[in-house]
T-cell receptor
Framework: DVKVTQSSRYLVKRTGEKVFLECVQD?????MFWYRQDPGLGLRLIYF???????EKGDIPEGYSVSREKKERFSLILESASTNQTSMYLC?????????????FGQGTRLTVV | KQEVTQIPAALSVPEGENLVLNCSFT??????LQWFRQDPGKGLTSLLL?????REQTSGRLNASLDKSSGRSTLYIAASQPGDSATYLC??????????FGRGTSLIVHP
């Protein structure tokens, strides 16, 4: 089974802290994604990566950056956490072509910024 | 820009009913469509994937159909059970392979 693992289920951070959210997938997928999910707004794309060292901005990249130094790992960085970044963060991966192009998600990280 | 709409936003039904959840999208040039389930506070679990060349997919009590030309998909749940209670999300991917999501249908099946 494909596994997408996010490093934390729950995090509480202080305003102004630099926050790292880690995501690891074990199926050699080329594409990886970070979304945030808020009530009434659904899932919104923050950043995505087509391959190692490649990154593209999604719909709401402000206040975030990403790193993909290895194919299996995609990190989301909050440079200076703010209370409006309190949210559920979801990581996903997929292989864009081939027999199975399903997107698989991690279990989510509930981040609270106080 | 692709927009995905799911109707209804919420649904409450007695156990045993057959259900239809709807998903519509504005750009028919899609690569595939995927249905997910999300339990409260959890990540997304993939239910069914339909490639653009397919018309439907089935898994157990679930059946998903795709009409690309009209920009619609339906998820049919047969003989609903309380364990089916969750939020169901539809996502479409175009040539960029980036899933775009609807806001989901929140389903409650009561005994």
């Amino acid at each position: 089974d494909v596994k997408v693992t996010q490093s934390s289920r729950y995090l509480v951070k202080r305003t102004g802290e630099k926050v790292f959210l880690e995501c690891v997938q074990d199926m050699d997928h080329e594409n990886m994604f970070w979304y945030r999910q808020d009530p009434g707004l659904g899932l919104r794309l923050i950043y995505f990566s087509y391959d190692v060292k490649m990154k593209e901005k999604g719909d709401i990249p402000e206040g975030y950056s990403v790193s993909r130094e290895k194919k299996e790992r995609f990190s989301l960085i909050l440079e200076s956490a703010s209370t409006n970044q309190t949210s559920m963060y979801l990581c996903a991966s997929r292989q864009p072509t081939g027999a199975n192009t399903e997107a698989f998600f991690g279990q989510g990280t509930r981040l609270t910024v106080v | 820009k692709q927009e995905v709409t799911q109707i209804p936003a919420a649904l409450s039904v007695p156990e045993g009913e057959n259900l239809v959840l709807n998903c519509s999208f504005t750009d028919s040039a899609i690569y595939n469509l995927q249905w997910f389930r999300q339990d409260p506070g959890k990540g997304l679990t993939s239910l069914l994937l339909i490639q653009s060349s397919q018309r439907e997919q089935t898994s157990g009590r679930l059946n998903a159909s795709l009409d690309k030309s009209s920009g619609r998909s339906t998820l049919y749940i047969a003989a609903s059970q309380p364990g089916d209670s969750a939020t169901y999300l539809c996502a479409v991917s175009g040539g960029s392979y980036i899933p775009t999501f609807g806001r989901g249908t929140s389903l409650i099946v009561h005994p």
